[in-house]
């Protein structure tokens, strides 16, 4: 039996390896043509957006500046937008995704995500500096704008005993919430977070409590992309590793998240 | 055993009706009911109000009076519901004087659910002045020269003679008026006030039962006007004049 298993397993093996090789491997044609392209988002502050002279930057950009200063190759940066991002990938057009993709199981069924994921969004309330609450449990009775359709409207309305008072899109409750008619914003932390670097909101705004509900966000690359998803991993490790993640949060102005201290404390 | 029903049409069909079986869900709609049926009620008593005063006025010998309340109809008349609501709620909303909540941060004194109240009772009012002037100019001539000869002076002509009359010529038009402001009420969901539209789609959010939360609404509806119709209907009947008007 066991003489029959291993020439088998051996051939198994084999198989594998051809068929693998015998497709074109990204990695080397990254290398071969010396240009990484890399899908980030234009429109999503401080994560992806453009300078004032039209240049893509934020830290997701420099990220991707970092891989491909990794393998030695210039960098090309496409904008994406959540509906074709990953059409994208498929279709070669970018070679590596950094596009604040949030984890869902049917997503990870159409593209490779890398392990461990990098980043990772949260719930939060962008509150009045007058309301002076250090827990969710205080939000009891609360008037809280909201967005219709998110969530985490219900719980947390069902769990703290907030009373949210929810609007079609993002604008209407921020204009409600400027005008007093109620007392913080429940919205995801990215955005919570990049309205308090502008100076609008800064001024009478903050983020007093802790975030809740994470959803990670995922790079990805192409399915069957198995050395280049080993290698993103690799280079993932090793920005939480050296904390990279948590500078470039600093460096655009937005308080770490805990995913990414925990993640740092982890592996470092 | 109603949530045990339901619970088994939900396992059987799909068709998953959570306003039936689950407590907090349930208890959002029926909330979000009953701040519809208050919101028609107050809104309709109001409009009503807004209605008899403006057609008052409307005759009134100060020509500024007039002008006030032919300028209120054409605003009220020529604007969308939901552009109003929005006008009031944020524009508005936005320079009226503020007080301190409970939390410290200063609230504008007038809140959502008023503001809804207020742009609503003063749309349908506009329609209502509109069709209590149809109501009036139908009155026979002959019938106010006739209390005038009486004695009667013009407000008593006007609430005790002509409004009687009109009132019963124009129940079929403010019946379609006063069904219009009902659901229109639907609109108060733009500005977060929790009627039955805002808790549906609040319940959909976390169930994703479009379909049946959308059918659920359209029962809603068609019960509570039908509520209402059948309620003017009466109110026709019992006002009718045996032998008609004149």
């Known amino acids: 039996m066991k003489k029959f298993l291993m020439p088998a397993l051996a051939m198994a093996v084999a198989l594998t390896a051809g068929s693998v090789a015998a497709k074109a491997d990204v990695l080397d044609k990254v290398k071969e043509k010396g240009v990484l392209v890399v899908g980030v988002k234009t429109d999503y502050k401080p994560f992806g957006f453009r300078s004032p002279d039209g240049s893509i930057i934020g830290i997701e950009p420099e990220l991707a500046a970092d891989v491909a200063k990794r393998l030695k190759v210039k960098l ?3 904008p994406v937008i959540s509906s074709n991002r990953m059409e994208f990938l498929k279709q070669g057009k970018i070679d590596l995704m950094i596009a604040t993709m949030s984890d869902k199981p049917e997503r990870r069924e159409q593209v490779q995500f ?5 980043y990772s969004d949260a719930v939060n309330i962008l509150m009045s500096k007058k309301v002076k609450v250090t827990a969710w449990k205080q939000l009891k009775d609360a008037p809280i704008c909201g967005s219709t359709g998110t969530f985490y409207n219900k719980p947390v309305e069902s769990e703290y005993g907030a009373k949210i008072v ?6 209407k409750p921020l204009a409600a919430l400027k005008q007093g008619n109620c007392v913080g914003f429940l919205y995801d932390q990215s955005l919570v977070q990049a309205k308090l670097t502008e100076p609008e909101w800064s001024a009478d705004y903050a983020m007093p409590l802790p975030s809740i509900m994470e959803t990670p966000w995922a790079m990805a690359v192409a399915k069957g992309e198995d050395r280049f998803a080993k290698f993103m991993s690799d280079v993932t490790k090793d920005w939480m590793k050296s904390g990279a ?5 600093k460096k655009y102005g937005i308080a770490p998240t805990a995913y990414s201290q925990r993640m740092h404390a982890q592996f470092k | 055993m109603l949530a045990e029903w339901f619970r088994e049409l939900y396992r059987l069909t799909g068709i998953n009706l ?3 079986t689950d407590s907090f869900d349930q208890a959002l709609f029926l909330r979000g009911l009953g701040t519809t049926v208050s919101l028609s009620v107050i809104c309709l008593s109001l409009s009503l109000l807004i209605g008899v005063l403006g057609a008052w006025w409307q005759a009134s010998r100060i020509p500024l009076v007039r002008a006030l309340v032919k300028g209120f109809v054409v605003v009220f008349r020529t604007t969308p519901p939901l552009v109003q609501i929005y006008f009031f709620y944020f524009g508005l909303g936005a320079i009226l004087p503020r007080v301190p909540n409970a939390f410290g941060v200063m609230q504008p004194m007038v809140g959502n659910t008023q503001w809804a109240i207020l742009s609503l009772a003063l749309f349908a009012g506009a329609f209502n002045i509109e069709i209590f002037r149809s109501g009036i100019e139908a009155v026979p001539r002959s019938t106010i020269e006739a209390a005038e ?3 009667f002076s ?6 005790d003679v002509v409004l009687p009359l009109a009132f019963r010529v124009c129940l079929p038009a403010l019946n379609n008026n006063l069904v219009n402001l009902v659901k229109t009420t639907t609109l108060a969901y733009a500005i977060a006030v929790p009627e039955t539209l805002y808790a549906a789609q609040q319940i959909w959010t976390d169930a994703s039962n479009v379909p049946e939360m959308m059918t659920v609404l359209l029962i809603t509806y068609v019960a509570l006007v039908g509520v209402l119709v059948a309620a003017v209907r009466r109110i026709e009947a019992k006002l009718a004049i045996p032998g008609g008007m004149r």
């Open chain 1, 114 to 118: 890398i392990e461990p994921l990098y």
């Open chain 2, 149 to 151: 000869s009486l004695g």
């Open chain 1, 245 to 249: 993640i948590v500078a470039l949060e």
């Open chain 1, 166 to 171: 929810a609007f079609d899109g993002t604008e």
């Open chain 2, 154 to 159: 013009r407000s008593l002509i006007f609430f």
């Open chain 2, 18 to 20: 959570t306003i039936f």
């Open chain 1, 76 to 78: 090309e940066l496409v």
